[in-house]
């Protein structure tokens, strides 16, 4: 029984961290139309900004859920404005520029952190259930996550800004119909996005040993994820998330770690072979 | 066609022979062997992305899948004759399946590119976990992340104990690859090849005028692998070892990066910027001022910003506003450059 | 920064030099020491020092009037972690710069891509890393540690301090795979039970489920011969989940690339290893090795198993050079085959002739406050694993890699 | 009586609730021009993207030339001989115009009867002084008389135009109309066309479509002047 929790806690954890990991890429990709490569640099800058304002003496948590977002978003500004807006349009140049992007940052962190390892501990510590030990952090990211999820809900359904953004995401001259400048949008967006990226990387610290290559790892789960999710931004990233995090929890208790990816990786084929759209190209569509 | 081989080929044979007489007086033919199957993979991304319009984030599985296959077979029949062949079958087969799940399923542009990426991932994850004595092929170890050393290199056919290593070697891959481009020049030139362009251009209306799309896309995508493939068993004999870093992500990215920098669209381009990048990295490798990982994403960024078509077709287009025919240069100072005539008869 | 401009200054001239001059000018007045190592990309956490290391040993080397009354010069690589570029620059060391000898290498997979080349055209190869054992080839000299000479030592011991039931989770490569192997035989003989052994690819990092399945198991030790950055994660997520109080650790990697250092005490503390180097050696060559490694420029804490194993290596081959009087490969190697011994940062390393891997001290250590506590030293192990399979006294022309059957 | 080479019977296309086309029967015999009209959401367009395979009809068949063809895909379609232009211009805007059109021929004949079928197709819609441009580099009235050339490099028996004259100017149409003459010496026409003008000029049978279904069929002279036409068509427009 206590098993059970247990396997119940880290499938919830494998969940929340895949829509942590995948946001930021799904509200650039979902709304901008662009696959951002670099992404999982930006969330391995989240990480560093975190270690480094948390030994500069920062609250660990205002430094993950506050500077190190802060931080990365405005990255994610210069980013835009030097290289991405040159590119709107031309979904396949921005993935080759973003990946070159992604080299560069970690070029650029290997030479100012160096390559050795480091990391932070974790802020909350464990606890028993039953004959068990379970991680508290778990809980911090299934919670992060849900809140997530309900403020990307709110903004886009409750606010002048979210139903922007929504006519943005329909027809790109929507915006500009309205009076908006489409630039303005974009650049808010990427800024929201690289934010998103960079709150993952911070959260996600504690738990990893970070080194400048560490954004490879979340890069290809994370675009799975999202093209796996279809259209709809909130919807998708749900569906998908939940679909391969339940999948790959099953198969790394059930078998190894290893099938776990492997399994995810194979669930993410047939997908797309068998709705090439995403999921949410072909069920609950029109949702957010 | 007629000019083809009557001007064409000599030409580019010529070309070559020139090439592969100077090239070594600079630099090592250790060196230039490798330098010149990166351009064979390079080249063969070329094909499928620069005229067919498949973009492919998985060409290094192919040429993983190559190099393995030829490790393998080379360990188990110990001549390296047959290894070599099927280091060329093998992954036409596996990208001919690949392809035809994908393009009868209609999935283009970025789901073609999650597919690849996620094989590739999918392989390299399998070929990193074989580490353990049950991942056995005939009398060969996977042997996981170390990968496998050790296996029969290139001997004369049905000699198994003349090999051919060294400058000879060198000679081999260059005539390889030459035979290679020359085969591929005339596939583009064949009906086949202009009709892979067509649907590079407009995949529907080729689909209107009855041509079946989804078969001629798998077929094209199964000769880059082959020629990936082909790149990947030579590869293997020259580096004595295979390692699942072949299939990484990080291989794929060069390859990709070879074509953007050298030129898509052109049939020299993605040689020249694999065997060019190549060397830079090689020459990077000598110091350590710079990191190299840096600078390669700045050659990337700045390619895709500013020289978007690549070298190759960049210096084409300066060519012809310096030396070109003036009266027409209005007209065609503006035109997309074209693939050295590939594209006419 | 100034270090590394030094050493690009330094390999810019060598490398200018191998390309632009012919080679009749390269006169043979130095000697020539050839090295490969990763010093950027992902493995550089382990390179970056070893270079470290090995320089400093020549220029202690050459300070100290050099070899044979000549200087000795280092032509140095980088090979970005990029398996193929290992190859590439072999051949370059071999064909081009014609060195006199090669350290480097630190994957196994990196090693095998040299070996043969090296093995081939007769130029002697050091390789100094930790690694899983069985390599058999007289052209080449190991002098870091195998899995039996830790596990033998530290498997009793671990047991001893927790108990008879042993989980095992390794990296899932050569060298975790025959460490998780001589791991089980220890245990068995100890009179221990394995209750469990998990594979990890290097770029896994989550270990929630490992974790559960552990407790599951209920076991009283876990042995984690992990590798890399991603897998420093499982220490990290054991210490959130509270497991450090109820079930004891064991490493037999954990503090070769420095790792200890980055996880804070409270994770740290505790976990049990077994190396011949410790930064806390209270010796007087680790001393002396310190103070120079700071005065040449290093971070003071940086120094780590595989740079003091790197170091160990150059001064072996200058021990072995100095006795034969040459740099003739085969006088060298037979001088090296007389038992050489050196004694270094991490103590006495002794050539083994039969395998020509290294006898050395291993020290049982816990970690405590980011540090390696010495706990015991266990003086002049044998490569017992290499020995049972490689003799090159009887068989001189062999050249495998075995993989030894426990 | 000629061979009925397009046949559909209770051609059937719903969208979730909306039904776009209703039950149609539709009979078009060798050597016919028949333009198909209606206002917008008529329900042709959607008649003609379930005829090309487009779109597949949710009931109902399609014959050509007697074989069942529903549920094909458009390639199938094209395969039997079938010439299909598209609403929006489908061009290969890479190549030029001579690549374009020997593309189209080279599918059913040899590389050398291909190169000479390219020719005359050039030479017969008068695209001589262009043949080696671009296409990407044309106006639009020249982009459709490619895309016209493409359709009749093929030879094909039927053909199958959406909005052939849309967006061209007056001297455009009437060549487009000329061409369009010519294929009937050969072949069967269908055209979904907007362009009252152009219909009279190639003077051909109508069908009006209205709410999906067929309103009714016949000369064009006698269906403009038909009051129930006027009133759901026509009358809308002015």
């Not at chain 2, 600079?26 to 499928?48: A, H, K, N």
């Not at chain 4, 362009?195 to 009006?208: C, E, G, L, P, Y």
Request: aromatic share 8%.
């Amino acid at each position: 029984m206590d098993l059970v929790f247990v396997i119940i806690v880290e499938m919830l954890y494998a969940v929340a961290s895949l829509v942590l990991i995948s946001a930021g890429l799904a509200i650039v990709f979902g709304m901008m139309k662009i696959i951002n490569l670099a992404h999982g640099e930006f969330m391995m800058m989240g990480g560093y900004v975190t270690i480094t304002a948390v030994t500069l003496g920062a609250n660990v948590f205002v430094a993950m859920l506050i500077i190190a977002p802060v931080v990365v978003g405005l990255i994610g500004l210069v980013v835009e404005r030097l290289v991405i807006r040159h590119l709107y349009g031309r979904l396949v140049d921005t993935m080759l520029a973003t990946w070159g992007l992604s080299l560069f940052f970690i070029g650029l962190a290997t030479m100012i952190f160096g390559n050795t390892t480091t990391g932070i501990s974790t802020p909350i510590s464990g606890f028993t259930v039953g004959n068990y030990q379970v991680n508290g952090y778990n809980f911090f990211i299934i919670l992060i996550a849900i809140v997530l999820l309900g403020l990307m809900y709110a903004v886009l359904k409750g606010t002048r800004l979210g139903l922007i953004a929504r006519g943005a995401m329909q027809l790109p001259d929507m915006a500009a119909a309205l009076g908006y400048s489409p630039e303005r949008i974009y650049m808010a967006t990427f800024f929201c996005g690289s934010a998103l990226s960079g709150l993952a990387g911070a959260i996600l610290a504690p738990l990893v040993g970070l080194v400048p290559t560490s954004g490879g790892a979340y890069i290809a789960k994370a675009f799975i994820t999202v093209i796996a999710g279809g259209p709809s931004l909130i919807t998708g990233l749900m569906a998908s998330s939940g679909l391969f995090g339940f999948i790959s929890q099953i198969f790394t208790f059930a078998v190894s770690p290893v099938m776990g990816e492997v399994a995810l990786l194979v669930a993410a084929v047939v997908l797309l072979r068998l709705l090439p759209q995403g999921v949410t190209g072909k069920f609950f569509r029109g949702r957010l | 066609m007629a000019s083809f081989w009557a001007k064409e080929v000599p030409a580019t044979i010529i070309v070559a022979a020139l090439l592969i007489w100077i090239m070594p007086m600079m630099i090592g033919t250790y060196t230039l062997t490798v330098l010149l199957i990166y351009g064979m993979l390079g080249f063969s991304l070329g094909l499928i992305w620069g005229f067919g319009g498949i973009l492919c984030f998985g060409q290094a599985a192919f040429f993983g899948l190559g190099a393995y296959t030829y490790a393998i077979a080379a360990i188990n029949i110990g001549d390296s004759t047959i290894p070599m062949l099927l280091a060329v079958l093998v992954p036409a087969a596996f990208a001919a399946l690949l392809g035809a799940m994908m393009f009868y399923g209609r999935l283009t542009d970025v789901y073609l590119g999650v597919i690849t990426l996620v094989v590739t991932l999918i392989l390299f994850k399998f070929i990193s976990s074989t580490a353990g004595p049950e991942y056995v092929i005939g009398k060969a170890r996977l042997g996981g992340f170390n990968g496998i050393p050790g296996f029969q290199t290139l001997n004369v056919p049905g000699r198994p104990n003349d090999y051919i290593y060294g400058d000879p070697y060198f000679y081999f891959c260059a005539v390889l690859l030459l035979i290679v481009y020359l085969l591929v020049s005339w596939l583009l030139k064949s009906s086949f090849g202009r009709v892979a362009v067509g649907i590079r251009e407009n995949e529907v209306r080729v689909a209107l005028m009855g041509y079946d799309v989804s078969a001629r896309k798998t077929v094209l995508f199964a000769i880059g692998a082959a020629i990936a493939g082909l790149a990947g068993g030579l590869f293997a004999n020259w580096g004595e070892i295979v390692t699942p870093n072949l299939f990484s992500l990080g291989q794929s990215a060069e390859i990709i990066i070879w074509c953007i920098v050298g030129g898509l669209g052109t049939r020299i381009g993605p040689i020249v910027g694999a065997a060019g990048l190549a060397y830079l990295k090689f020459l990077l490798g000598q110091q350590s001022m710079i990191d190299n990982t840096l600078l390669t994403g700045i050659i990337l960024v700045l390619f895709v910003l500013f020289l978007p078509k690549g070298l190759v077709p960049a210096i084409a287009s300066l060519w012809r506003i310096s030396f070109g025919q003036r009266r027409q240069l209005p007209r065609h100072g503006a035109r997309r450059i074209r693939s050295g005539g590939a594209r006419h008869g | 920064m100034s270090i590394n401009r030094r050493h690009f200054l330094a390999s810019a001239a060598a490398a200018t030099g191998a390309i632009m001059l012919p080679r009749a000018v390269m006169a043979a007045d130095t000697i020539k020491l050839g090295s490969v190592l990763d010093v950027s990309g992902i493995f550089d956490a382990y390179g970056k020092p070893m270079d470290m290391a090995m320089r400093l040993a020549v220029s202690q080397i050459n300070a100290a009037g050099g070899l044979l009354g000549k200087q000795v010069e280092v032509v140095g690589y980088d090979t970005q972690s990029d398996m193929a570029l290992y190859s590439q620059y072999a051949q370059q060391l071999v064909r081009e710069d014609k060195v006199d000898v090669v350290h480097g290498g630190i994957l196994s997979a990196s090693r095998e891509a040299i070996r043969q080349t090296l093995h081939k055209n007769k130029t002697l190869y050091f390789y100094n890393v930790l690694y899983e054992g069985g390599v058999c080839d007289r052209n080449i000299f190991i002098n870091g540690v195998t899995p039996a000479q830790q596990a033998e030592a530290l498997v009793p011991y671990a047991m001893g301090k927790s108990g008879k039931k042993v989980y095992i989770v390794a990296a899932d490569y050569n060298y975790g795979q025959i460490t998780a192997r001589w791991l089980q035989k220890f245990v068995a003989d100890n009179g221990g039970e394995t209750v469990g052994v998990d594979f990890f690819p290097l770029d896994v990092s989550d270990f929630g489920s490992t974790i559960a399945k552990i407790q599951t198991a209920g076991a009283d030790l876990v042995i984690a011969p992990l590798v890399g950055g991603a897998h420093l994660s499982f220490f990290r997520q054991w210490a959130a989940a509270g497991m450090k109080d109820r079930i004891a650790l064991a490493s037999t990697t954990m503090g070769v690339g420095n790792e200890h250092k980055v996880l804070t005490a409270e994770e740290g503390n505790g976990i049990m290893v077994a190396y011949n180097y410790s930064q806390e050696l209270d010796t007087p060559e680790n001393a002396a090795f310190k103070e120079a490694w700071v005065a040449a420029g290093g971070d003071a804490g940086g120094m780590h198993e595989l740079a003091v194993s790197n170091y160990h290596g150059v001064l072996t081959w200058a021990e072995g050079v100095r006795i034969a009087g040459t740099l003739e490969r085969d006088a060298v190697v037979e001088a090296l085959e007389t038992g050489v011994s050196i004694t270094g940062p991490g103590g006495k390393v002794t050539v083994d002739p039969k395998t020509h891997h290294a006898v050395l001290d291993v020290h049982l250590m816990e970690v405590e406050n980011q540090g390696m506590r010495v706990v015991e030293t266990l003086p002049q192990r044998q490569p017992i694993d290499t020995q049972a399979v490689c003799d090159l006294g009887a068989n001189p022309d062999d050249n495998t890699q075995y993989e030894i059957q426990i | 009586m000629a061979e009925i080479v397009l046949e559909t019977a209770g051609l059937t296309m719903r969208f979730g609730g909306v039904v776009a086309t209703d039950n149609v029967d539709f009979k078009l015999r060798a050597g016919e021009l028949r333009c198909l009209i209606g206002p917008n959401g008529a329900g042709k367009s959607t008649f003609f993207k379930c005829v090309t395979g487009l779109l597949t009809p949710t009931g109902g068949q399609v014959f050509m030339r007697g074989h069942e063809t529903t549920g094909w895909n458009p390639r199938q379609v094209a395969a039997l001989g079938v010439g299909i232009k598209t609403q929006v211009p489908n061009l290969m805007d890479g190549l030029d115009v001579h690549e374009n059109i020997w593309m189209a021929a080279r599918r059913f004949l040899p590389m050398q009867d291909a190169m000479r079928k390219a020719s005359e197709v050039i030479e017969r819609l008068a695209l001589g002084p262009i043949a080696r441009t671009e296409l990407g580099r044309l106006a639009h009235g020249e982009r459709q008389r490619v895309e016209l050339g493409l359709v009749v490099a093929g030879d094909p028996w039927l053909v199958l135009l959406d909005e052939p004259a849309a967006g061209m100017s007056a001297d455009d149409v009437e060549r487009m109309s000329d061409i369009i003459r010519e294929m009937t010496r050969t072949a069967a026409v269908v055209i979904v066309e907007h362009d009252m003008q152009f219909i009279r000029s190639i003077a051909s049978t109508v069908t009006v479509f209205h709410q999906g279904a067929v309103l009714m069929e016949d000369h064009v002279d006698r269906v403009m002047a038909d009051p129930t036409v006027r009133n759901v068509y026509l009358g809308k427009k002015a």
